[in-house]
């Protein structure tokens, strides 16, 4: 069984939404957190001061595009100098330009496959040395159920999302032997600002089409992993998929 209280973990894009969840809720469980963020530092250090008054009292902020891959190995090697260790890796930066192949451009396409797919190679690239030596690490990477289905008007973040997931079945055949485990989450449609982002009408027939009538929670994408980093020893190579029933497999 994991532990959380004292674990060192790092969650990339935690200013807000989803990663801003899952630092609270590790954080609150005495995890000490590494909030990264990319450009709102307000934000990162708004999640920093809560964490430090509600259990996390060593949780830190720290700057880095993770798509660009001296700035990932910059994150982790400022983490090792901190705590001199890393014990989870949650890889949940991300975003989206969603427009049909037709009006896509190539460089729409590129970015979304830096950030929501070669960014997650990155950091564990960086983190692997660590991992290694240490002979344990939790590696958790955020794909999507639109990654696993398909999605009109997203073949760049479906394509990213999907890539994640042979990423993690790959890294996890490489890193078991180190006991380090490598899953991913499918969350479907969760309420944060990308989701309040679609257009209204399109986010009615989304809910309209959920089975359980309703977005998730950010707070249940955080119970997840909190799940896999406490009782979750047994998995790796494995996506939890968490949709309201949108996408049975
Ligand atoms: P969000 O837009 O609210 O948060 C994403 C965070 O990532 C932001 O804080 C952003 O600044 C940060 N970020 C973006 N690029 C970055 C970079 N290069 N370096 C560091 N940080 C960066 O989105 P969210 O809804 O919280 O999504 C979090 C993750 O969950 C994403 O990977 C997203 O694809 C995935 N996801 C979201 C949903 C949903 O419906 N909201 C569904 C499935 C999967």
Redesign the pocket.
């Known amino acids: 069984m994991g532990t959380i209280e004292g674990a060192v973990v790092v969650v990339?894009?935690?200013?807000?939404?989803?990663?801003?969840?899952i630092a609270e809720e590790l954080g609150h469980e005495g995890a000490r957190v590494v909030v990264?963020?990319?450009?709102?530092k307000e934000?990162a250090e708004d999640v920093v001061a809560w964490l430090q008054q509600n259990g996390s009292p060593e949780a830190v902020a720290i700057q880095?595009?993770?798509?660009?891959a001296a700035?990932a190995a910059k994150l982790i090697e400022e983490i090792i100098k901190r705590f001199g260790r890393i014990d989870v890796l949650v890889?949940?930066?991300?975003?989206?330009i969603d427009r049909t192949m037709k009006n896509l451009s190539p460089e729409d396409w590129d970015k979304v496959i830096q950030?929501?797919m070669n960014?997650y190679y990155y950091t564990v690239k960086a983190a692997l040395p660590y991992f290694m030596q240490q002979k344990s690490g939790k590696i958790i990477n955020?794909?999507?159920?639109?990654g696993q289905r398909g999605s009109f008007g997203q073949t760049n973040?479906a394509t990213a999302?999907a890539g994640i997931l042979g990423f993690t079945k790959s890294a996890a055949l490489e890193l078991a032997r180190f006991n380090v485990t490598v899953n991913a989450i499918?969350?479907?449609?969760?309420?944060?600002?990308?989701?309040n982002?679609i257009p209204e009408k399109t986010r009615e027939s989304i809910l309209a089409g959920i089975p359980l009538g309703r977005?998730?929670r950010?707070q249940e994408?955080a119970r997840a992993v909190r799940y896999l980093i406490v009782d979750g020893d047994y998995y790796t190579g494995e996506t939890l998929s968490m949709n309201g029933g949108i996408y049975m497999q």
Do not use: H, L, W
């Open positions: 990339t894009g935690a200013g807000r939404g989803i990663g801003r969840a990264n963020y990319s450009k709102s934000a880095a595009d993770v798509s660009d700035q890889n949940n930066a991300g975003i989206n950030v929501d960014s955020i794909s999507s159920t639109n973040y999302k499918c969350p479907g449609y969760i309420a944060t600002e990308m989701f982002a977005a998730g950010p994408v």
